[in-house]
């Protein structure tokens, strides 16, 4: 894989750095687009300026999958657009809030919603955080808040099961890779023996229930927090636009129910579940090859519209649109999501500049040499966040890092399944939390949260937890051989659960005082 040198890293560093001081995260993402083509085109502005186009952006919108996800999300700007104009959600937060202990269950709450749909990353944000904005906005739970609690479930989750797209996805890989260095082993149980080596994503997962439930936060969050209860601004003064500050108002002689929430919401969730499996070969295959199998796009993009079609019959039904309404309704939702489809869009076309530049292979380069049995797996997870979150891409971190973390531990006697679980969870580390990841992008949009604002307040939190496997991984490099490897996961676990808590605890106290 030819690389450009250090100069690879510009690219994603630029469009990192000038989206956190800026906040234009559009202009900052074209920018960083621009001057990579540049550098590639002999560092001819001009001729860079064709190539931002022609090279990256347009391949990025019209291949396929990328396309897929751009439907599905104007579809889900329809039906969230729907559910809350309709009343619907409305409806459904005041029940909801007569039943929950104030700002920590709603946290909670969502949280297990967030859990509960753990099959894809793409369906989670985008549905958790529209259904329950409003409960967490009655209860004054700021926005960013409600976007890392929907982000921390995402991508997490769903790369833990091996019967999930991410599942699949990691399997394909391991096949080929574990066969090579001649394991005998099946890749669905490497990949299972992998799982409790997942140390960020466990940790992340513990890590945003600890916060909801202690309500221990620090950082931005400490501040955006406590503008929410103090100010009732559910977003900063700066960040407000009227998407993300728009109120709802049901017209008189209208009669929104539950069932105007409940019933849209079961729709999705059975024509999500049922064409993953029609589309995944069930009833000739078991349910788990079947979800594995699945064409999760085609499935997702269906089951939205469908849902969609259904919750704008209810706000015909209950009164609130006629049947044009109705129909302007459905288009302006789509419309509300333009923003984050060219977001997207821009977030795929860097990661095909710093393919182009070989980002990844500069970082190989830089951290082969000096990697031993005992950091191999500490420095390998790092190197993987790393590149992840400069690149905005999981499965390409996947795909460059398995071919070699399986063949480096296999040469010098190291276990295997810390090996794959290190690079799962380095690249979740990226997905969970870069501004340039397609996920990000989702957990702010479903959650009408400043894109901007979502990571630079939930960066603190990621890196708590990644700090934390970090130790556990090097702790597993220290003592596989004499422990052994079972032992060495559970207490690698409780070490980064046990380390993000003292960390989250120490930095809540010092920044309560700072904030006070």
Not at 72 to 83: N, Q
Not at 179 to 208: C, D, H, N, Q, R
Not at 380 to 404: M, Q
Not at 461 to 490: C, P, R
Request: net charge neutral; aromatic share 10%.
């Amino acid at each position: 894989m030819e690389t450009i040198g250090i100069l690879s890293l510009l690219p994603p560093l630029l469009a990192i750095i000038l989206a956190l001081t800026t906040k234009q995260v559009l202009v900052s993402l074209f920018v960083a687009i621009w001057v990579g083509a540049t550098i590639i085109s002999d560092w001819n502005p001009i001729v860079g300026l064709f190539s931002t186009f022609g090279d990256f952006v347009f391949p990025s919108l019209g291949n396929a999958d990328n396309a897929s996800v751009v439907v599905m999300t104007v579809f889900c700007g329809s039906f969230s657009y729907l559910l809350e104009t309709g009343g619907g959600a409305k409806v459904f937060a005041e029940t909801l809030a007569s039943k929950v202990s104030g700002r920590k269950g709603a946290q909670v709450l969502t949280a297990v919603g967030g859990t509960a749909i753990f099959f894809s990353d793409s369906t989670n944000p985008v549905l958790i955080g529209p259904v329950f904005k409003p409960l967490t906005d009655k209860l004054q739970v700021s926005r960013e808040k409600l976007a890392y609690i929907v982000d921390s479930t995402s991508a997490t989750l769903p790369s833990m099961f091996f019967f999930t797209s991410w599942g699949a996805y990691i399997l394909g890989i391991l096949s080929t890779e574990i066969a090579a260095v001649g394991e005998t082993k099946s890749g669905i149980v490497m990949f299972t023996e992998s799982v409790p080596f997942m140390f960020y994503t466990i940790g992340a997962v513990v890590l945003v229930y600890f916060i909801c439930i202690t309500g221990f936060d620090y950082g931005p969050m400490a501040k955006a927090e406590k503008r929410a209860m103090v100010e009732g601004k559910l977003v900063a003064d700066g960040d407000a636009t009227e998407r993300l500050l728009r109120t709802v108002t049901i017209p008189e002689g209208a009669t929104p129910k539950l069932s105007s929430m409940l019933v849209p919401l079961a729709v999705l969730v059975v024509c999500i579940f049922g064409g993953l499996l029609w589309t995944g070969g069930f009833p000739e295959v078991g349910i788990g090859e079947a979800m594995a199998n699945a064409s999760s796009m085609k499935t997702l993009v269906t089951s939205f519209f469908v849902a969609s079609v259904v919750a704008a019959i209810y706000t015909v039904k209950d009164k609130v649109y006629d049947p044009k309404g109705a129909i302007a309704a459905f288009v302006q939702g789509m419309a509300q999501m333009m923003e984050a489809c060219v977001i997207l869009v821009l977030a795929w076309s860097i990661g095909s500049v710093c393919k182009a530049v070989g980002t990844t292979a500069y970082v190989i380069s830089v951290t082969e040499s000096f990697l031993t049995p005992t950091m191999m797996y500490t420095v390998l997870f790092l190197v993987c966040a790393f590149t992840a979150f400069t690149t905005g891409t999981s499965w390409g971190t996947f795909a460059i890092y398995l071919p070699i973390s399986i063949p480096l531990a296999a040469a010098i006697g190291a276990p295997l399944a810390p090996a794959i679980g290190l690079v799962v969870a380095g690249g979740i580390f990226g997905d969970h939390c870069s501004p340039i990841s397609d996920t990000t992008v989702l957990s702010s949009m479903g959650s009408s949260c400043n894109h901007i604002a979502h990571v630079s307040t939930q960066l603190p939190y990621a890196i708590t937890a990644a700090a934390a496997a970090a130790v556990a991984y090097l702790f597993v490099g220290l003592t596989y051989e004499s422990v052994g490897i079972g032992v060495a996961a559970t207490i690698g676990i409780a070490i980064t659960i046990l380390g993000s808590w003292l960390i989250a605890t120490v930095a809540h106290k010092m920044s309560k005082n700072k904030v006070d």
